[in-house]
């Protein structure tokens, strides 16, 4: 098995949703996003890792959390705030959950 690592600094897209690393910036359709610091390493690691489901402890390391205070559930309740503050803005639900073992962010050829 591979090992998971953090994104490069280059941008990182799917479908009108783009990640500037360096800039700390998430544009939809052009239009910017305010994500918090966790929301934009959580939708980094999931833009760097697209269609490969990362487990609860992968997105700690991913997002930086390495922290006796980041359980795994907290995982949840980070990416259910990433989702909301996408979709407020009118991003598609693009992260899917597998119950029991983490998350994956579908391509979107691949969404239903």
């Not at 600094?9 to 966790?38: D, M, Y």
């Amino acid at each position: 098995a591979s090992s998971i690592r953090a994104p490069s600094s280059q941008s990182l897209a799917t479908g009108s949703l783009t990640l500037h690393p360096e800039a700390h910036q998430v544009r939809w359709n052009g239009k910017l996003i305010a994500l918090r610091p966790r929301e934009f390493a959580l939708l980094s690691a999931f833009l760097g890792h697209p269609d490969r489901l990362l487990t609860r402890a992968q997105l700690i390391s991913l997002a930086g959390a390495e922290c006796a205070a980041a359980d795994e559930r907290t995982v949840d309740v980070w990416v259910g705030r990433m989702r909301r503050s996408l979709e407020a803005h009118g991003v598609p639900r693009i992260v899917r959950t597998v119950r029991s073992y983490g998350y994956v962010l579908d391509s979107p050829d691949l969404r239903h």
